[in-house]
């Protein structure tokens, strides 16, 4: 083994980030209308949407729609983060359409932090937050 040369890195980037839906065009209308996100392309059984800078969100029709689920400590953890520039606000449009939502929650005990959760129309369950002292490429 050759110990003096410099290992390079073979992994550069996040480039797809998947998830299971029950219906692609209820999805992808539900992620562009509430995140602006835009879709690439879809079919009846999957799709790529994008939101500048970040992967592709990738879905994929599933037969048997049980959305992915993530629990510690006895309670749901997102399987998706999004960051927000008005947490407070972003709250309040889904709670004014009716969406199923979790209340204000502050990260770590932080009053800077606010997140909350919300459900897609396919169960799964995605973190909304602001992070605004976060510096960190790409945050």
């Known amino acids: 083994m050759n110990t003096t040369s410099k290992s390079k890195t073979l992994v550069h980037t996040v480039v797809q980030v998947r998830l299971p839906v029950r219906n692609i065009d209820e999805s992808v209308a539900w992620y562009e209308k509430y995140f602006g996100f835009t879709h690439c392309w879809k079919t009846e059984e999957e799709s790529d949407l994008r939101l500048e800078p970040g992967p592709y969100l990738f879905f994929k029709r599933v037969e048997q729609p049980i959305p ?43 009053d800077r932090f606010p997140e909350f959760n919300v459900t897609d129309p396919s169960g799964n369950i995605i973190n909304i937050a602001n992070y605004p002292d976060l510096h960190i490429n790409g945050f």
Request: charged letters at 25%; hydrophobic letters at 35%; one cysteine or more.
């Open 68 to 110: 992915i689920h993530i629990v510690s400590d006895g309670k749901p953890y997102a399987v998706l983060c999004i960051k927000t520039s008005d947490v407070f606000e972003c709250y309040q449009r889904f709670v004014d359409a009716g969406e199923e939502v979790t209340e204000i929650t502050y990260t770590w005990g932080i």
